[in-house]
Nanobody, 119 residues
Framework: QVYLAESGGGLVQAGGSVRLSCVAS????????AGWWRQAPGKEREWVAA????????YYADPVKGRFTISRDNAKNTVYLQMNSLKPEDTAVYFC????????????WGQGTQVTVSS
């Protein structure tokens, strides 16, 4: 069992930057793949970025590619999402996800943090 807590959201102007953090507790975080998802009002939750358990591989959804960077520090049990060149359409609640290497895989979620980008 792993518990996730996001922070770092807020209100930012278009073109600005925000860094989200997600701190994990309760289990050895280094065995979990991790990622970020987001959900805008009236829309389904969508995947944003993912990072392998050791941080060697990263993946991004097309809308954020080149603007967002996912990283992790397993010594601090933390995964980050650096968001640059923000657009109003990036406005959403951002959720941290950890996937356990079980069969079938088991997902854990944080409570989310709001990011609002004003035009």
């Amino acid at each position: 069992q792993v518990y996730l807590a996001e922070s770092g959201g807020g209100l930012v102007q278009a073109g600005g930057s925000v860094r989200l953090s997600c701190v994990a507790s309760g289990a050895a975080f280094s065995i979990y793949h991790a990622g970020w998802w987001r959900q805008a009002p009236g829309k389904e939750r969508e995947w944003v970025a993912a990072i392998s358990k050791e941080g060697g591989a990263t993946y991004y959804a097309d809308p954020v590619k080149g603007r967002f960077t996912i990283s992790r520090d397993n010594a601090k049990n933390t995964v980050y999402l650096q968001m640059n060149s923000l657009k109003p359409e990036d406005t959403a609640v951002y959720f941290c996800n950890a996937r356990a290497p079980t069969v079938p895989p088991r997902d854990y979620w944080g409570q989310g943090t709001q990011v609002t980008v004003s035009s």
